[in-house]
């Protein structure tokens, strides 16, 4: 396993983190302490976990779910203090959590507090703000954004309310350092210019969508990245799993994420399609796996802290785990590249 600085913090993370959004859905119990038995042996000291999963599919009768089965693992194996734990707080608009509320004081404390007695664990690592309450280009919708019609002011005083409560709960021990998700790069210039002003806890990642067929990431909010220690940490690395290849057939296996959700959250559709084979050929041609290739380019990015992989099988899991040691030649970067200059915004 290799190892990368978490922000400032000092901490060494495993560059894969063990994404857990499928446990208490697609994955029991057993088979989510049977994947952190497996990436705990192979290096990995990271999990990624939030109040809000299982999200496949997300819903009232499964909430929280997720950290449950960290928790019994926890219990279980005694390892807490072996493994760097992030958690998230939702943000506004899920009527199961906390009636919909946006962020607030409140709504940040009762859920740390929700979640550290779900986690069986007297302190999260990394608790990280899953999503602003504005509206933000995230999810396909930068085609429609517009951040003129954003209240400058109702923004700043949110984060500025949600940053004083996250300064308490570090404070107090139940929170070691936060984190940013689903953010843009002027959000995160101002939790960091509060944070300066206010003495209040730095913020020490983001958490936003990267693959190969989502490199948003790639201009702003890289040099945020590079000049104020705010690593990536990439979720939906394989988009979806769609860079697995595993749909290249036209198949949809049963209980896989197209066969719930058909579009993949707007990353499966008929412009993404094209670039997406173009990226799976590159694989064919140097004979790389197409998951390990994916993974191994986000790995190769200068901003990236930790790719966040996430899987329903063990063969999946040993495989993503496994793209930690792949390296990528020039030859299969340039060919990236070009991809990447022709379909820019597949999806």
Same mark, same amino acid.
């Given at each position: 396993?290799?190892?990368?600085?978490?922000?400032?913090?000092?901490?060494?993370?495993?560059?894969?983190?063990?994404?857990?959004?499928?446990?208490?859905?697609?994955?029991?119990?057993?088979?989510?302490?049977?994947?952190?038995?497996?990436?705990?042996?192979?290096?990995?000291?990271? /999990?990624?976990?939030?109040?809000?999963?299982?999200?496949?599919?997300?819903?009232?009768?499964?909430?929280?779910?997720?950290?449950?089965?960290?928790?019994?693992?926890?219990?279980?194996?005694?390892?807490?203090? *072996?493994?760097?734990?992030?958690?998230?707080?939702?943000?506004?608009?899920?009527?199961? $959590?906390?009636?919909?509320?946006?962020?607030?004081? &409140?709504?940040?404390?009762?859920?740390?507090?929700?979640? %550290?007695?779900?986690?069986?664990?007297?302190?999260?690592?990394? =608790?990280? @703000?899953?999503?602003? *309450?504005?509206?933000? =280009?995230? /999810?396909?919708?930068?085609?429609?954004?517009?951040?003129? *019609?954003?209240?400058?002011?109702?923004?700043?005083?949110?984060?500025?309310?949600?940053?004083?409560?996250?300064?308490?709960?570090?404070?107090?021990?139940? @929170?070691?350092?936060?984190?940013?998700?689903?953010?843009?790069?002027?959000?995160?210039?101002?939790?960091?210019?509060?944070?300066?002003?206010?003495?209040?806890?730095?913020?020490?990642?983001?958490?936003?969508?990267?693959?190969?067929?989502?490199?948003?990431?790639?201009?702003?909010?890289?040099?945020?990245?590079?000049?104020?220690? !705010?690593?990536?940490?990439?979720?939906?690395?394989?988009?979806?799993?769609? %860079?697995?290849?595993?749909?290249?057939?036209?198949?949809?296996?049963?209980?896989?994420?197209?066969?719930?959700?058909?579009?993949?959250?707007?990353? =499966?559709?008929?412009?993404?399609?094209?670039?997406?084979?173009?990226?799976?050929? !590159?694989?064919?041609?140097?004979?790389?796996?197409?998951?390990?290739?994916? %993974?191994?380019?986000?790995?190769?990015?200068?901003?990236?802290? &930790?790719?966040? $992989?996430?899987?329903?099988?063990?063969?999946?899991?040993?495989?993503?785990?496994?793209?930690?040691?792949?390296?990528?030649?020039? &030859? @299969?970067?340039?060919? $990236?590249?070009?991809?990447?200059?022709?379909?820019?915004?597949?999806?």
């Amino acid at each position: 396993m290799k190892y990368r600085k978490l922000g400032r913090t000092g901490l060494d993370v495993s560059a894969i983190c063990l994404g857990t959004m499928t446990w208490g859905s697609q994955n029991t119990e057993a088979e989510g302490h049977r994947q952190m038995d497996y990436a705990v042996g192979e290096g990995v000291n990271f /999990f990624d976990t939030a109040e809000l999963y299982p999200t496949t599919p997300a819903s009232a009768d499964t909430v929280g779910d997720t950290e449950s089965i960290i928790g019994t693992w926890f219990a279980g194996r005694g390892k807490r203090d *072996d493994i760097v734990l992030a958690s998230k707080v939702a943000g506004g608009g899920r009527a199961w $959590i906390d009636d919909g509320a946006n962020l607030s004081a &409140a709504k940040v404390r009762h859920a740390c507090e929700r979640s %550290l007695k779900r986690l069986q664990t007297d302190y999260i690592d990394l =608790y990280q @703000v899953h999503w602003p *309450d504005r509206q933000t =280009y995230h /999810f396909r919708k930068s085609w429609f954004w517009k951040p003129e *019609d954003h209240d400058r002011q109702q923004t700043l005083d949110v984060i500025a309310e949600v940053m004083g409560e996250l300064d308490a709960l570090v404070k107090e021990g139940k @929170v070691r350092h936060v984190g940013l998700s689903n953010e843009t790069a002027w959000g995160t210039m101002q939790y960091l210019k509060l944070s300066e002003q206010k003495g209040f806890p730095r913020i020490q990642s983001i958490q936003n969508e990267y693959s190969l067929l989502h490199r948003l990431f790639d201009t702003d909010l890289a040099e945020v990245a590079a000049h104020e220690d !705010v690593g990536l940490l990439a979720f939906s690395p394989l988009a979806a799993g769609l %860079l697995s290849g595993k749909y290249r057939t036209g198949e949809v296996p049963e209980g896989t994420r197209l066969s719930m959700q058909p579009d993949l959250n707007g990353r =499966y559709q008929e412009r993404s399609k094209p670039a997406l084979e173009a990226y799976l050929a !590159v694989a064919d041609r140097h004979g790389l796996d197409p998951a390990q290739m994916a %993974l191994a380019f986000c790995l190769s990015r200068p901003f990236m802290t &930790a790719a966040i $992989i996430g899987a329903t099988s063990m063969e999946q899991l040993k495989t993503n785990i496994g793209a930690v040691d792949v390296e990528l030649d020039d &030859a @299969v970067l340039d060919d $990236i590249l070009e991809i990447y200059q022709r379909h820019t915004v597949p999806m």
